[in-house]
């Protein structure tokens, strides 16, 4: 079975741009969280979609957006980008809330 | 979510078995303990989950004591490829939408 796929792999922006990261869960997998890793603030929860639906949210400001589409996969925004929000952005799916099958993640670089 | 406590770093030889113990004092009845392993510039892998006694699978082992206010994470026989960083979550197993609480992890380095 295919893994959690993450597209692009590395990306470099500009301060004020915007990005788009998407996610390709696992098949038969309709949860999907996204997670922001630093070396200063670890692995801290984003948002998660299950359905189309967000369910829970993390404590990010509201340029850090999401969605999800019917065939599970999932994409994630982040607007008016600033040099805090360079980072390894990972995303998981899952069956069950504790056993997520995480992606190789995207590394944000903001300029 | 309970929250755990857990060495920040473990270093070992090659051949050794390696215990990392976390700390959950206020878990829940109905939390469970699951373990995730990080190599650097990699999302987390989920090693192993238990609730009480003993899970074995073909990466680690681990134990539960009866109270449940902690746990080991058992790896037999560490190679160089176990040099990661090791983490311990606490909460229920099925509870729609929560979000993975991760803290510092331990990490642990393996040496020849």
């Known amino acids: 079975k295919a893994g959690v796929t993450q597209t692009p792999r590395y990306l470099i922006k500009t301060r004020g741009q915007q990005v788009t990261l998407s996610c390709s869960p696992i098949?038969?997998?309709?949860?999907v969280s996204w997670y922001q890793q630093t070396p200063g603030q670890g692995l801290q929860f984003l948002f998660e979609?299950?359905?189309?639906?967000?369910?829970n949210k993390g404590n990010f400001p509201g340029r850090f957006s999401g969605r999800q589409f019917s065939n599970s996969r999932s994409e994630m925004n982040v607007s008016t980008l600033e040099l805090g929000d360079s980072a390894l952005y990972l995303c998981?799916?899952?069956?069950?809330?504790?056993?997520?099958?995480f992606g190789p993640g995207t590394r944000l670089t903001v300029t | 979510l309970a929250k755990t406590t857990q060495p920040i770093s473990m270093d070992s030889y090659e051949g050794q078995e390696v215990n990392i113990t976390c700390s959950h004092n206020?878990?829940?009845?109905?939390?469970?303990i699951t373990w995730y392993q990080q190599f650097p510039s990699q999302g987390p892998r989920f090693i192993i989950q238990?609730?009480?006694t003993k899970v074995t699978n073909e990466v680690a082992s681990l134990f539960i004591p009866a109270d449940r206010k902690s746990s080991t994470l058992s790896l037999p026989r560490v190679s160089l490829s176990d040099t990661a960083v090791y983490y311990c979550?606490?909460?229920?197993?099925?509870?729609?939408?929560?979000?993975?609480?991760f803290g510092k992890g331990t990490t642990l380095s393996v040496s020849s």
């Open positions: 998981a799916s899952s069956t069950s809330t504790y056993e997520q099958y």
């Open positions: 098949s038969g997998h309709r949860s």
């Open positions: 979609y299950f359905s189309e639906t967000q369910r």
């Open positions: 206020n878990i829940a009845t109905n939390d469970y």
């Open positions: 238990g609730y009480k």
């Open positions: 979550l606490v909460g229920a197993a099925n509870q729609a939408g929560t979000a993975l609480i």
